[in-house]
């Protein structure tokens, strides 16, 4: 499986963007970049997903390298509800569909 | 649709009892997948199905662990017999097809093994 690399944790501030990196310098020419965020206590849910260009829906953006070797996804003013863990995750394409969780990026909001 | 249904929500148990984890996905959804959460290994995938045949169980810690899915409806995790270090949350998923849909997870099942 193709590895991300992401900050363990990361602070940012109510109301304020907040940019979240990934790198994936081993991304295969057909693997989906997607991003899912953990919030306490619950599930892991679905944030966003992108192959080359950037992408942009209701919960934020993604945008990606033009080598696709690493990403960001862009939370545009973020609230205390944001506090997660957020997980960028390669969906291999190699005979399988999985999706495999990394350790992700703990974000903390300030108030 | 009311989502990713997993039951129980919470299961204590003895060492070396059964325990059965239930799944029932998303309607249509053709991937189901099982994953086990602790503070030590994080998010790990044990299995996963497509159109309700096992594709890959390399996550699948010992013989100890087996899971089935009898129908598209529901699918069971199932540990036997159960070990203190089994403990942790249990999350089942599942999505439409492979790469380009989103993965919709339960509210996981947190496993107590004393």
């Known amino acids: 499986d193709a590895k991300t690399t992401q900050p363990n944790s990361m602070e940012s501030n109510e109301e304020e963007p907040v940019h979240l990196p990934c790198n994936h310098s081993?991304?295969?020419?057909?693997?989906?970049i997607h991003w899912y965020r953990q919030l306490p206590s619950q599930g892991p849910e679905y944030v966003i997903h992108g192959l080359t260009s950037n992408v942009n829906n209701r919960m934020a953006s993604l945008a990606i390298a033009e080598d696709r070797k690493s990403s960001t996804l862009i939370l545009h003013r973020a609230t205390l509800r944001d506090a997660a863990v957020y997980y960028c995750i390669l969906r291999d394409t190699r005979g399988a569909q999985k999706l495999v969780f990394g350790q992700g990026t703990r974000l903390t909001i300030n108030p | 649709d009311a989502g990713v249904i997993q039951s129980p929500r919470h299961e204590v148990t003895e060492m070396g009892q059964e325990v059965t984890l239930r799944c029932k996905p998303i309607s249509g959804h053709d991937y189901l997948f099982w994953y086990r959460q602790t503070m030590m290994r994080g998010l790990e995938l044990l299995i996963y199905?497509?159109?309700?045949?096992?594709?890959?169980d390399s996550g699948m810690p010992e013989d100890r662990f087996s899971a089935k899915m009898p129908n598209a409806s529901f699918s069971t995790l199932k540990i036997q017999p159960s070990e203190p270090r089994d403990s942790a949350v249990y999350f089942c998923?599942?999505?439409?097809?492979?790469?380009?849909?989103?993965?919709?997870f339960g509210q996981g099942t947190r496993l107590t093994v004393v």
């Open positions: 998923a599942s999505s439409l097809d492979g790469l380009n849909t989103e993965a919709f």
């Open positions: 199905f497509n159109n309700n045949v096992p594709i890959d």
């Open positions: 081993t991304i295969s020419g057909t693997d989906y």
